[in-house]
């Protein structure tokens, strides 16, 4: 009898705690729970650093890029499309002046000269007007680069692209 008590009484403590955490996140400015997602999404993609490149990977066993941005954003509950084209559909387009850690930025394929869209990473920081990204490259799997910094990928930009905030999806905790 003791025993179902104290259970029933750990019970409503928990769950008067966990609504009172949910109360408290809601209440938050929308402003910052966007940018405390989108921090978490980031604190997650740089804990797969060096996980190889795998050709339609997905998992920790190896991603391509789409499986990767795909992997990381589904870790919180946003489920984007694994294909690097589709996600170019998705969201609304930004200017390289209004890039934000969070966006998604897009490359054209192995043809610099083709509008085809063969590449994706997560933009992680954006310093003096440099974007910094996060992406499995099939040169060294998941890694960071600076777009002012690789000429193979500033021949490829193709433009970028909000997801978070914009896809009619906050999480209420995360």
């Known amino acids: 009898m003791l025993r179902k008590v104290l259970l029933a009484g750990f ?19 929308k402003s910052t729970r966007l940018e405390r997602y989108t921090n978490d999404v980031l604190d997650f993609a740089e804990q797969h650093l060096h996980i190889r490149y795998r050709s339609g ?4 066993g ?14 919180f509950g946003m489920l984007l499309p694994h294909s690097s084209a589709s996600m170019k559909s998705l969201g609304h387009e930004v200017a390289k002046k209004d890039c934000q850690p969070g966006d998604l930025i897009f490359f054209k394929g192995g043809n610099s000269h083709s509008n ?19 992406h499995s490259a099939y040169n060294g799997g998941v890694r960071f680069d600076w777009l002012d910094q690789e000429k193979y990928y500033q021949t490829r930009f193709s433009g970028l692209r909000r997801v978070i905030g914009v896809l009619d999806f906050l999480p209420s905790e995360s």
């Open 11 to 29: 019970f409503t403590c928990f769950l008067n705690v966990s609504f009172a955490q949910r109360a408290a996140v809601e209440q938050e400015p």
């Open 116 to 134: 085809r869209i063969g590449h994706v990473g997560i933009v992680s920081e954006v310093k003096d007007g440099k974007i910094r990204f996060i």
């Open 62 to 75: 190896g991603f391509d890029c789409s499986g990767f941005v795909r992997f990381c954003f589904k870790n």
């Open 57 to 60: 990977g997905t998992t920790k």
